[in-house]
């Protein structure tokens, strides 16, 4: 079964400009249901696109980026 959380001890100390770049990908998602979509296809390209040493930042970066409303 393959790991679905990125290797945080292989990440890069700094990250480089095409890595703030893809940060700017993912919105904040505040729950709404039609935006669900919208948020997993930008948090799918932004790992495709993120050079894999900074994974562990992009994932880290994401999961700040979910804002649950109640």
């Known amino acids: 079964m393959p790991n679905l959380y990125p290797d945080l001890e292989a990440e890069a100390a700094s990250p480089d400009s095409n890595t703030l770049k893809t940060l700017n ?6 729950d709404k249901k039609r935006g669900v979509l919208a948020f997993i296809a930008n ?4 790992f ?8 562990g930042t992009l994932f880290k970066f994401v999961l700040t980026r979910i804002v649950i409303c109640m």
């Open 25 to 30: 990908l993912v919105v904040p998602f505040k």
């Open 43 to 46: 948090v799918d390209t932004a």
């Open 48 to 55: 495709e696109v993120i050079d894999p040493r900074n994974e």
